[in-house]
């Protein structure tokens, strides 16, 4: 067998295999292409009807209400900044595309996670697919979705989706063996349901556990959402990867001080959100 | 709650020749036990199985106080935690109301947990991210009762237990022993016939335990309870208890009342315990009493006490009074006479 054919040969045969994928699964990946795109399109569209010294004003409530006064007005400061270097659209496009990623996966992840926490078989399954996930680059995970969706923001979310769920399922599931024996005694003593075990006890004593995997999951879902930008997500992401290309340097660090700002409002917001309970 | 109409004879809870054996070869341990009568010591030995409880009977009236007493190890974690089905028991039947709890299915047992049998915990467990009502109100949430009425009961509750200041705050913001009134007052309003009570005062300061013990059981007397309270100190098992249960290696060595136990302990190990009571509350006239024969004064000159006066009361007659003796007077009869060296030997024996 002539070696200098065999690259040549895997990657036809490479190739074969997404077409064939591509070909067989078009209905089903239009589909989830569509859905993506839509609810994509939708959480831009509301986070357009106001203008952005709305978007500022509230952030700055919710980090005043949150976190504290001083936190709240350099939010609110810092997201006009935004503004005033021309990179409005693509901030909320960002924000647009790491929320709906961010969402999906937590949809998913969530659940996945909850019954990771009770199945000690699915965990055993789970635990190296994770690792797994965590370990490759995360740039891999645009390749087989630019494969089959094409260029454009639903393979940037699919990406991004498969990164962010790792930490929401791994805290997610560590929050549900988190509560403590007695209080699992106290609601076998008091003749809870199942489900009640699972709300009144399980659940709250979770819950920061779980708060901690939302705030991680978001913040991979931004360190994604610029890698995405080679795949054409819109937002910041696409905006610094144009702008390295073009040498255009000023315009990628304008990009790029948006997103470190973005980043850094919701970071606080959630993690205070989640020690925010009552106890 | 009114309990005249209720027969305080009535048993609630009746523990019939109960074993637990913990271990991953507890089936053919209790097979052992019942073949060839192995011990404690035999069962580890053999099986590598621990005994928690072994050959347990006891039996809780309506009504009544019932302290289980032993060192920790004891296996008076696991008894309690039989009685309400926590713990299955490895062999021996346990009745609560006359139902055998093993017979119950799931729902069953949820219910007799949540209407029959109360618990409260060493640990409190007060859920961390509920107010002190909110903690209150749990049994009656669990069971669905609805808001307005089930925070109406917990407030009651926590008038009872001294706490209706602090219903709207959490339960870090508690000293222990007020925690643990909250967790007696979340047992209370579920409004149990049984409260099971594992160790609750132990973490306590002195001064606060002893004033919780004298609430805990005026508390559960003025609502016609019943109580099975665990201790490891048998001062608090004879302030609280009607009758006392003491435990040793998961076997119960005595039962019996606080003047029983003190006075005729069952053996070295009860009578260690013992060693250190004061006796003067707890020995009565007519355990020390002589037969009126045996006296050759003029009984009819002597002061009168009735059975039940105990030493400390006999002291304080023989101190007002010129003579050397006390009759024990019973229905108007004398039925025996107390002498000074009648009384120094109940204090000292
Ligand atoms: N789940 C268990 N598995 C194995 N051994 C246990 C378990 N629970 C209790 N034991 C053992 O049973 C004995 C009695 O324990 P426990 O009832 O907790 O005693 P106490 O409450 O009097 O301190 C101890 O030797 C303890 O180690
Ligand atoms: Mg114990």
């Known amino acids: 067998m002539d070696m200098s054919t065999l690259p040549d040969t895997f990657d036809s045969a490479i190739d074969d295999a997404l077409s064939w994928i591509s070909d067989n699964g078009e209905g089903l990946f239009d589909f989830i292409r569509a859905i993506l795109e839509g609810?994509?399109?939708?959480?831009?569209?509301?986070?357009?009807?106001?203008?952005?010294?709305?978007?500022?004003?509230?952030?700055?409530?919710?980090?005043?209400?949150?976190?504290?006064?001083?936190?709240?007005?350099?939010?609110?400061?810092?997201l006009v900044v935004c503004a005033l270097m021309g990179l409005w659209g693509e901030t909320m496009g960002t924000l647009a595309l790491v929320v709906t990623a961010t969402v999906l996966a937590l949809a998913a992840g969530i659940p996945l996670g909850i019954a990771a926490g009770f199945l000690t078989t699915l965990d055993r399954i789970l635990q190296p697919v994770l690792d797994l996930i965590q370990t490759l680059p995360p740039y891999i995970y645009l390749l087989p979705a630019i494969a089959l969706m094409g260029f454009g923001p639903?393979?940037?979310?699919?990406?991004?989706?498969?990164?962010?769920?790792?930490?929401?399922?791994?805290?997610?599931?560590?929050?549900?063996?988190?509560?403590?024996?007695?209080?699992?005694?106290?609601g076998q003593a008091s003749g809870l349901t199942g489900w009640q075990m699972f709300s009144k006890?399980?659940?709250?004593?979770?819950?920061?556990?779980?708060?901690?995997?939302?705030?991680?999951?978001?913040?991979?879902?931004?360190?994604?959402?610029?890698?995405?930008?080679?795949?054409?997500?819109?937002?910041?992401?696409?905006?610094?990867?144009?702008?390295?290309?073009?040498?255009?340097?000023?315009?990628?660090?304008?990009?790029?001080?948006?997103i470190v700002i973005l980043t850094m409002v919701l970071d606080r917001l959630t993690q205070s959100a989640g020690k925010g309970g009552k106890a | 709650?009114?309990?005249?109409?209720?027969?305080?004879?009535?048993?609630?809870?009746?523990?019939?020749?109960?074993?637990?054996?913990?271990?991953?070869?507890?089936?053919?341990?209790?097979?052992?036990?019942?073949?060839?009568?192995?011990?404690?010591?035999?069962?580890?030995?053999?099986?590598?199985?621990?005994?928690?409880?072994?050959?347990?009977?006891?039996?809780?009236?309506?009504?009544?106080?019932?302290?289980?007493?032993?060192?920790?190890?004891s296996g008076k974690s696991t008894l309690i935690r039989l009685l309400n089905r926590l713990i299955e028991p490895s062999l021996g039947t346990v009745m609560v109301k006359g139902k055998d709890v093993a017979s119950l299915d799931a729902a069953a047992l949820r219910d007799m947990r949540a209407r029959n049998i109360g618990m409260v915990f060493q640990s409190v467990?007060?859920?961390?991210?509920?107010?002190?009502?909110?903690?209150?109100?749990?049994?009656?949430?669990?069971?669905g009762v609805a808001k307005d009425e089930r925070n109406k009961v917990a407030r009651a509750a926590l008038d009872k237990v001294g706490?209706?200041?602090?219903?709207?705050?959490?339960?870090?913001?508690?000293?222990?022993?007020?925690?643990?009134?909250?967790?007696?007052?979340?047992?209370?309003?579920?409004?149990?016939?049984?409260?099971?009570?594992?160790?609750?005062?132990?973490?306590?300061?002195?001064?606060?335990?002893?004033?919780?013990?004298?609430?805990?059981?005026q508390l559960t007397k003025s609502l016609g309870k019943s109580a099975v309270f665990i201790t490891h100190d048998l001062e608090e098992?004879?302030?609280?208890?009607?009758?006392?249960?003491?435990?040793?290696?998961?076997?119960?060595?005595?039962?019996?009342?606080?003047?029983?136990?003190?006075?005729?302990?069952?053996?070295?190990?009860?009578?260690?315990?013992v060693a250190g009571i004061s006796r003067i509350h707890l020995v009565k006239a007519h355990s020390i009493m002589q037969p009126v024969a045996?006296?050759?004064?003029?009984?009819?000159?002597?002061?009168?006490?009735?059975?039940?006066?105990?030493?400390?009361a006999l002291i304080e007659l023989t101190m007002q009074s010129e003579h050397d003796a006390i009759a024990v007077v019973d229905n108007g009869a004398v039925i025996g006479v107390v002498t000074t060296r009648d009384l120094l030997r109940g204090v000292a024996a």
């Open chain 2, 294 to 312: 045996a006296y050759r004064g003029d009984i009819n000159a002597l002061p009168r006490a009735a059975p039940e006066a105990d030493i400390s």
């Open chain 1, 201 to 258: 006890i399980r659940l709250p004593f979770a819950l920061p556990s779980i708060m901690a995997g939302i705030n991680q999951s978001l913040m991979m879902a931004f360190g994604m959402v610029v890698i995405a930008g080679i795949v054409g997500s819109g937002g910041l992401g696409e905006t610094i990867y144009g702008s390295v290309r073009t040498l255009d340097i000023a315009t990628s660090i304008n990009a790029a001080i948006a």
């Open chain 1, 39 to 78: 609810t994509y399109d939708g959480v831009l569209w509301l986070l357009q009807l106001l203008p952005f010294y709305g978007i500022a004003a509230i952030a700055a409530v919710f980090g005043w209400r949150l976190v504290g006064l001083r936190f709240g007005i350099a939010a609110g400061v810092a």
């Open chain 2, 125 to 143: 467990a007060l859920l961390p991210y509920r107010t002190v009502l909110e903690n209150a109100a749990f049994g009656l949430e669990v069971r």
């Open chain 1, 154 to 186: 639903a393979t940037a979310l699919i990406a991004t989706v498969i990164v962010a769920m790792p930490p929401a399922i791994r805290l997610t599931a560590l929050g549900m063996r988190m509560t403590p024996r007695e209080f699992i005694e106290l």
């Open chain 2, 237 to 273: 098992a004879i302030r609280i208890g009607d009758r006392i249960a003491i435990m040793k290696d998961g076997v119960i060595v005595q039962i019996g009342n606080a003047e029983e136990i003190v006075t005729k302990p069952a053996d070295d190990y009860v009578a260690d315990f």
């Open chain 2, 1 to 73: 709650m009114n309990i005249a109409h209720k027969d305080v004879s009535e048993i609630l809870v009746d523990c019939r020749s109960v074993w637990k054996i913990f271990g991953t070869r507890a089936a053919a341990a209790i097979e052992a036990v019942e073949t060839r009568g192995l011990s404690k010591k035999d069962i580890l030995k053999e099986f590598n199985c621990v005994v928690g409880v072994s050959d347990a009977n006891l039996q809780v009236r309506r009504g009544e106080i019932f302290c289980i007493m032993g060192l920790s190890g």
């Open chain 2, 163 to 217: 706490l209706s200041d602090w219903t709207e705050r959490y339960p870090s913001e508690l000293s222990g022993g007020m925690q643990q009134r909250v967790g007696l007052a979340r047992a209370l309003a579920a409004d149990p016939e049984i409260i099971l009570m594992d160790e609750p005062f132990s973490a306590l300061d002195p001064l606060i335990r002893r004033q919780l013990q004298d609430e805990f059981r």
